[in-house]
């Protein structure tokens, strides 16, 4: 089949298209559903079949790599039929993607699987964007802003799938190679019902649920109802995601929000920077040049539980000050200097919440969460420093740069496998730090990335 390029193929009008299930549209409209299903429902049919093989049960198994190398050539395929050209540039999220596969294979840690899962899906909506956008010139908020947009879309076109085919079968009743179609469609609509169907008597009538059992005895109801869950979604969140991305309702120009009178976020950031100035001084003083001295009756571990937490929100909040002032408010040197001390106020901050957690960690050994703060914290100093240099350059590619940033540190994260490093370093000091029950279920809790160093003892 040739390309669907919206070269040659009017692109449809967001205003003219009509909303989901509301097929009654002009030949012109219908010409372009039935190319688009034509193209894309075989393929996205193969996809999801191999998704739900791949991931099914697997989320740490060799399959997930080839579960990332089906998604990319499946995204290859839908880019090339609708005439949109591979960047360069997609490369890194592609090579990002497979390192996170890889990752999930050989670790059985559930928090970094989560994560990497999460992580694959992210810069798969960032490749997508990038290709079928100009989004070098994007803004961070623009580019949250399309990245929010293009998810929540794929969502809103979930009608798209049913318009497409109700658009094809009027174009082709009389082609032959169109009843092959039509039967796998007819196929693909049964299989989901024979399965609710099977899984509803199952639980109706005991003699048909033994029946089942004595076809296969280790049948289980809830794995019929996993496949196909897995199924639907990807199917539907594959369709409806090209979907949505061709129809570009998405802007690529985007509006200089930067309007508001700078002496408003002056002000602001006065009145903030003496409170962080003093701040940052007792720290300077007291914690750090002043050998640890404590407010009396404080111990270390205390001192540093008490006020971790609270000073990792405001350092994030600090983030979140400097971002919105950055995009809301007119370019000003004297706010810059301000956002600049914010900016130094806030690494003194973080350097006071990881010697914390140091001091914490000490006494109360290593668990997962306490070694993602200190990674947290770390990307944290590292994205503040793309927000420095925004101040002073406004045209520095800040979410790429966050994205990337992000990116190759969590790699680090992942393939690091930090219940080996926790096991390790607390079974290496349980004598000076004699280890409790609740210790020893933490550590027999662990994943099996921690088996080999817990087998030498």
């Not at 990245?147 to 079968?169: L, M, Q, R």
Request: aromatic letters at 18%; proline letters at 4%.
């Amino acid at each position: 089949m040739n390309e669907i390029n919206q070269n040659t193929v009017h692109e449809p009008n967001p205003q003219q298209m009509p909303p989901a299930f509301a097929c009654g549209e002009s030949m012109e409209q219908k010409k372009q559903r039935a190319a688009l299903f034509e193209a894309l429902f075989l393929p996205t049919l193969l996809y999801a079949v191999l998704y739900t093989f791949f991931l099914y049960d697997a989320f740490s198994s060799i399959t997930v790599p080839f579960f990332v190398i089906a998604t990319l050539i499946y995204c290859v395929y839908c880019l090339k039929k609708v005439g949109i050209q591979w960047k360069k540039g997609s490369l890194f999220y592609a090579a990002g993607m497979l390192l996170l596969g890889i990752s999930s294979s050989l670790t059985g840690s559930i928090p970094l699987l989560t994560m990497n899962t999460v992580g694959i899906m992210v810069l798969l909506v960032c490749m997508l964007l990038h290709n079928f956008y100009q989004d070098r010139e994007w803004s961070f908020g623009k580019y949250l802003s399309a990245f929010f947009t293009a998810v929540f879309g794929a969502f809103k076109s979930i009608g798209e799938p049913f318009c497409d085919a109700s658009g094809y079968s009027r174009l082709h009743t009389r082609k032959r190679q169109s009843r092959i179609l039509y039967v796998i469609i007819g196929a693909a609509i049964a299989l989901p019902l024979l399965i609710v169907i099977i899984l509803m008597l199952y639980y109706a009538d005991a003699v048909f649920a033994q029946f089942i059992r004595s076809l296969r005895p280790n049948f289980y109801p809830e794995t019929l109802g996993g496949i196909l869950f897995l199924f639907l979604f990807a199917f539907f969140s594959s369709y409806c995601g090209i979907r949505f991305l061709w129809k570009r309702e998405i802007k690529e120009e985007f509006s200089d929000c930067r309007k508001f009178e700078p002496l408003i976020a002056i002000t602001i950031l006065s009145l903030i920077s003496v409170v962080y100035l003093f701040f940052s001084l007792i720290q300077l003083v007291y914690l750090f040049w002043g050998k640890l001295q404590l407010p009396d009756g404080y111990t270390y571990a205390a001192y540093a539980r008490e006020g971790f937490f609270q000073l990792l929100f405001v350092c994030i909040l600090n983030v979140v000050i400097v971002l919105l002032i950055l995009t809301f408010f007119r370019k000003n040197t004297v706010l810059n200097l301000l956002l600049t001390l914010i900016s130094c106020c806030t690494f003194i901050m973080l350097a006071s919440s990881a010697f914390r957690m140091y001091m914490y960690i000490k006494n109360y050994n290593l668990t997962f969460l306490r070694i993602f703060v200190l990674w947290t914290l770390a990307v944290t100093a590292l994205l503040l420093v793309g927000i420095v240099i925004q101040i002073y350059r406004p045209k520095f590619p800040l979410f790429s740069y966050c994205l990337t940033t992000v990116a190759l540190c969590y790699l680090i994260l992942s393939f690091a496998h930090p219940d080996y490093w926790i096991a390790k370093y607390n079974l290496e000091n349980m004598e000076s730090q004699s280890l409790s029950d609740m210790d020893y279920l933490y550590l027999s809790e662990l994943s099996s990335d921690a088996a080999p160093i817990i087998a030498q003892y």
